[in-house]
Nanobody, 115 residues
Framework: QPQLVESGGGLVQAGGSLRLSCATG????????TGWYRQISGKQRELVAR???????DYPESVKGRFTIWRDHNENSINLQMNSLKPEDTAIYYC?????????WGQGTQVTVSS
């Protein structure tokens, strides 16, 4: 059973960069869908980036061109590079995996972007 643990959050100025990493506790399968979501207090959790089981990468318009997701199969991790950060990117970021119909979530990591 995957155990997702995020790291890499923190405080950064607008225009800066952060890299988030999610340790999965085991091998990432080609059939897994993996991604990052974020949640702003009082709002619904929203997709930030995803690699589907077919290998397609999905990004919402709000982060397209700024965020990049990839899997590291040597490290068994799911990574998110975030560039040109904006104050509106401030949120708790969660790692997610969908495996064989089951959802797995990490505990979340705080990202704060100051103006």
């Amino acid at each position: 059973q995957p155990q997702l643990v995020e790291s890499g959050g923190g405080l950064v100025q607008a225009g800066g960069s952060l890299r988030l990493s999610c340790a999965t506790g085991g091998r990432i399968l080609s059939s897994d869908s993996t991604g990052w979501y974020r949640q702003i207090s009082g709002k619904q959790r929203e997709l930030v980036a995803r690699i589907t089981s077919g290998g397609r990468r999905d990004y919402p318009e709000s982060v397209k061109g700024r965020f990049t997701i990839w899997r590291d199969h040597n490290e068994n991790s799911i990574n998110l590079q975030m560039n040109s950060l904006k104050p509106e990117d401030t949120a708790i970021y969660y790692c997610h995996m969908l495996r064989r119909g089951n959802d797995y979530w990490g505990q979340g990591t705080q990202v704060t972007v100051s103006s």
